[in-house]
């Protein structure tokens, strides 16, 4: 085993470890309203953080990226546009949206439409401003909990709310059951153009149920399946 202290490492080191091997990433495209327009950016930096209300987090670097080792204090636009306006929508990105998807990273001038640029279709929203991409499967209606400056970057950690959510038909069932195969999520890995897509579904059973402390047999069982893999 190679092993590294953080605060030894250079920043474009610690992103390449980070962005390395946290993997897969959900892509989250969020679109924005700003004094021109709608704004489109995608972010991996990006999970559920909690329901009741549905919670989710997005890391923004600051304008010149996280590899500048220093910012010049100017942000990107999806964070200057929520300051402005405190709602967004986010998007699932499929197989099929990934040129689209990448033609909206590119870093335009404030006021550039990426939607317009990448040839997405729109429709208004219902409960909030900013206008959803009608192509993807899932858009997620969201207000603005928060944003937090961390770091020495800093990063811009977005605490969104989701309100309203788009779901296409073939993705969920009758009981919100979301069907993997048919949504069909990119993920991203490290690197320049690295991305995966989720094609090896495999299931475990729950040894026992959540909430309560397993029984004895329960655990003599983990154990034993424990065993099987690698270095058991
Ligand atoms: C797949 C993908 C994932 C990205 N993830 C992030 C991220 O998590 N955080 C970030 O700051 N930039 C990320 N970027 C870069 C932004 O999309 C890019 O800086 C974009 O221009 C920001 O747009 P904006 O200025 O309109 O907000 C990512 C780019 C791609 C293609």
């Known amino acids: 085993m190679v092993e590294f202290t953080a605060a030894d490492l250079a920043v474009e080191d610690q992103y390449k470890l980070m962005s390395g091997a946290i993997i897969p990433r959900p892509i989250a495209l969020t679109v924005t309203l700003g004094s021109d327009g709608p704004n489109a950016a995608p972010f991996s930096f990006f999970n559920c953080i ?6 989710f987090m997005i890391a923004c ?15 990107k636009d999806t964070i200057a546009n929520l ?22 990273a590119l870093d335009y001038d404030s006021g550039v439409n990426e939607l317009e640029i990448a040839g997405f279709n729109i429709a208004p929203s219902k409960l909030v401003t900013p206008p959803r991409i009608t192509d993807c ?9 928060d944003i937090h400056e961390m770091g020495d970057l800093p990063y811009y950690v977005i605490f969104g709310e989701v309100v309203h959510f788009h ?18 999520a990119l993920g991203r890995m ?29 655990v003599a069982k983990a154990q034993e399946i424990a065993k099987t893999d690698r270095s058991g």
């Open 167 to 184: 779901m296409d038909d073939d993705v969920v069932n009758d009981r919100l059951h979301v069907d993997p195969g048919a949504l069909d």
């Open 50 to 55: 909690g329901v009741s209300p549905p919670m």
């Open 61 to 75: 670097s600051p304008k010149t990226g996280p590899k500048s080792g220093g910012s010049s204090g100017e942000v």
């Open 83 to 104: 300051r402005h306006h405190p709602e967004m929508v986010v998007h699932i990105v499929d197989y099929e949206l990934r040129n689209r998807m990448n033609a909206c």
């Open 137 to 145: 499967r899932v858009a997620l209606e969201s207000k603005l909990i």
């Open 190 to 218: 490290a690197g320049n153009g690295g991305y995966t897509k989720i094609t090896d579904k495999f299931t475990m059973p729950f040894l026992h149920p959540p909430g309560s402390a397993p029984p004895e047999e329960a």
